[in-house]
């Protein structure tokens, strides 16, 4: 097997366990393109992006960048004479830079494509209702998810599996996945599979208009709804004038009980909200100003009116 010169492209942590699975490989990682530091969280101090962390404690090389488009960045990428760009979870690469890899461009996307391109295919497809995701690594070119596929894999997802649960398996999936098709392009694989453009689907970026919860949809729906933006952007309602995040519910626990359109209720140790067809059992919330609980927690000590308004 030829042994590549690949310069890696990534930020968030899904990034992480390809760029260590692909440091320990027989291919060398001769630098890392990251985002800035920024400030995360609530501290008021600069800290990397997970990749960068991850490429310092590896002793690989670190270019940091916002844009781009710029020539410096470009020059930098001419210097390394790579023979590959490894993208995962980055931004979208302009055609200037995808022409300097001798071999091209591969990214790792957490869909099955052509379903769900975009921003947030994994949130798309839990909101969906979709029983099966999975990852592919595939050929960048100008369009955006649209490149030759070089290798798939898939995956079941649960009935109350919440994206946060969908995106860290796939994490580690597509770490494997982006790995052997590395090795693939090492050893000359050049059969690619076109996308069937027909079959596409899109998976934009969501805003916080998109998080409104609406009860007046069925239990199904808007399970859905708290699962696939758990735990973030998170799912939510107001209730007595008050945010409240609807973090996790429960598909499969029932009561028959018949009450007005958005009603927060308890029943035998469960907590139900009524939708339009019947009740669905919440299981994990976050009251504007408290920390995230258990449902039936927040019902101990919640003295207003239940009644989402």
Not at 75 to 91: Q, Y
Not at 221 to 228: D, L, M, S
């Amino acid at each position: 097997m030829r042994r590549l010169n690949i310069v890696f492209m990534g930020s968030p942590d899904f990034a992480v366990p390809s760029l260590e699975k692909l440091a320990a490989s027989i291919h060398t990682i001769c630098a890392v393109v990251t985002g800035t530091d920024k400030k995360r969280g609530r501290g008021s101090t600069l800290s990397p992006t997970p990749v960068k962390a991850t490429a310092q404690q590896l002793g690989i090389p670190v270019i940091e960048c916002d844009n781009m488009r710029g020539q410096q960045l470009s020059a930098k990428l001419h210097e390394l004479n790579p023979d590959l760009f490894a993208v995962v979870a980055f931004k979208i690469l302009p055609e200037s830079l995808l022409q300097i890899p001798k071999i091209g461009s591969v990214n790792l996307h957490a869909s099955l494509l052509p379903k769900y391109r975009g921003a947030a295919p994994i949130h798309h497809a839990v909101l969906n209702g979709e029983t099966e995701t999975g990852c592919t690594v595939f050929k960048l070119d100008k369009g955006m998810d649209t490149g030759g596929i070089i290798k798939q894999n898939s995956m079941p997802i649960g009935k109350n599996e919440t994206t946060g649960s969908v995106y860290s398996r796939l994490m580690e999936s597509g770490s494997d996945l982006i790995t052997e098709a590395i090795d693939m392009l090492a050893d000359g694989f050049s059969d690619f599979i076109k996308q069937d453009d027909s079959k596409a689907t899109k998976a934009p970026k969501l805003f916080d208009d998109d998080c409104v919860v609406n009860f007046n949809r069925s239990a199904e729906v808007v399970h859905n709804h708290i699962r696939g933006l758990s735990p973030f952007p998170a799912a939510y309602a107001t209730l007595d004038g008050n945010k409240m995040k609807l973090l996790a519910s429960a598909i499969d626990i029932i009561t028959n009980e018949n009450r007005p359109v958005g009603e927060l209720f308890e029943n035998e140790g469960n907590v139900f909200v009524m939708c339009s067809d019947r009740a669905l059992c919440l299981t994990k919330v976050q009251y504007q100003g408290k920390k995230a609980m258990q449902a039936a927690e927040f019902m101990r000590g919640y003295q207003g009116p239940t009644v989402f308004d």
